[in-house]
């Protein structure tokens, strides 16, 4: 791979009739070269110099130098495509170990790469070019069966991969996949330190309210650590009357959202709210109660020309009632406790447990259940600790009976219990 007078050789040897899943990066932050081979890092380097920002050409398959001898690539190219960004080594894993039915594609001559036009002047007959044709048609064929008969075994391999990468990266942008998902879990406290807040997970977050009192809120995610900068700015804002979602762009605000719904406002007593921002899948998410996508009150789509602002985004900044004064703030204190996590809100948790054993493609594609060993420690030792626990035995056959009773008993536990976490999450539903 060349970037200008930079050469990156790779140092794995190719096998001739092998598919490969090939991925060069050139980070400007880091001024590094990167080439990956099925997933994996195969070299890299520094360069001294960036992105020279001048107009010039890609050659795919050829190198400027051997274009002019015409020496060219002898082998097939598919699903191309040229990102301009520096892709984590975690979204290269992802690319290159999904699993997607592949469909039978046009050879190159009919696609959208362009060809050095010197090759038209020897073209080869038409009966050759038919019998190529059929070659890769018949390659990709027996691709799509070899994909189609992979065992258990090797799809389980490329998942232990992943979660290999993922334990090796945790300190790299990450697109997890559901099963990944985790609730904001990092304590965010305006009054106490700033009402600005950096963000761990560029262009995907949740931020999540829990308020005792009800005070009205706005949030504004910017990619500015100044509050008045209005390059690109996400704008929430609740109260007692509406809820709106706006953005600005270039010093333009424009609403997106707006509803006086009465669900979907701010509660006269204490509830949860939240709001996901998703680069990925281009989203933003408003939502009460749990931190789950079936809890999601308004969704906007984010159109593609913004995902690279979206994808931006590292700043939070909050205001109560209009205000960001710490000293006008302390009083919700106790009162309000705000988090944050680096996972958008992109579908639901998977709430069945089960033994790795159990665990399909199905229940993975159509995330149905989650196997024990995805679960934290914590929630291991909670597992094992219950599975085998028995709610009713023969010392007292009628629990399921007592539980009953004690729910339609105004002066029941149970039934106390649920008067007292009946308003917890938003509006009293017993």
């Known amino acids: 791979m060349n970037y200008y007078d930079e050469t990156l050789q790779g140092k794995s040897i190719l096998k001739p009739d092998n598919w490969y899943h090939v991925a060069f990066v050139f980070d400007a932050v880091s001024l590094q070269l990167s080439i990956y081979l099925n997933g994996k890092q195969d070299v890299t380097k520094k360069v001294s110099v960036s992105n020279y920002g001048t107009i010039d050409s890609i050659t795919i398959g050829t190198s400027y130098i051997t274009r002019q001898h ?230 906007t789509d984010v159109p593609n020309s913004e995902q690279d602002y979206i994808r931006s985004i590292q700043y939070a900044h909050i205001s109560f009632n209009n205000s960001r004064e710490i000293a006008h703030l302390k009083k919700f204190e106790n009162k309000i406790r705000m988090k944050v996590g680096k996972n958008p809100v992109v579908d639901d948790p998977a709430l069945i447990v089960i033994t790795p054993d159990q665990f399909t493609i199905d229940h993975q594609q159509n995330n149905t259940v989650i196997p024990i060993t995805r679960l934290d420690s914590h929630c291991q030792a909670l597992y094992h600790d219950v599975i085998h626990w028995r709610f009713q035995d023969d010392d007292f056959p009628y629990l399921y009976e007592a539980i009953e009773h004690s729910i339609s008993n105004n002066k029941g536990w149970c039934h106390q219990k649920l008067i007292e976490k009946a308003s917890r999450f938003g509006g009293r539903n017993l």
């Open 70 to 299: 015409h020496t060219h690539f002898d082998g097939y190219i598919d699903q191309l495509s040229i990102v301009s960004s520096a892709r984590s080594a975690e979204d290269i894993l992802l690319d290159a170990t999904s699993i997607q039915s592949t469909t039978i594609k046009e050879p190159m001559e009919n696609s959208n790469v362009i060809v050095d036009s010197s090759l038209s002047e020897n073209c080869q007959t038409q009966n050759e070019i038919i019998q190529q044709q059929a070659k890769v048609i018949e390659q990709q064929i027996t691709m799509t069966k070899n994909v189609l008969q992979m065992s258990m075994e090797t799809v389980s391999q490329m998942w232990n991969q992943q979660q290999d990468q993922r334990v090796c990266k945790s300190n790299m942008q990450s697109l997890p996949s559901h099963h990944d998902y985790t609730p904001p879990n990092t304590v965010w406290c305006p009054w106490k330190e700033d009402c600005t807040q950096i963000l761990d997970n560029r262009g995907r977050m949740t931020i999540e309210m829990d308020q005792q009192l009800s005070v009205p809120f706005e949030l504004h995610m910017s990619i500015s650590e100044q509050p008045i900068n209005r390059s690109y700015i996400v704008h929430f804002s609740i109260d007692e009357r509406q809820v709106s979602i706006y953005k600005t762009f270039n010093n333009i605000t424009t609403r997106i959202h707006q509803t006086t719904n009465k669900d979907h406002i701010l509660y006269g007593e204490k509830g949860k709210y939240w709001l996901s921002i998703d680069y990925a899948n281009l989203f933003v998410k408003y939502g009460q109660g749990e931190v789950r996508d079936r809890c999601t009150l308004i969704k």
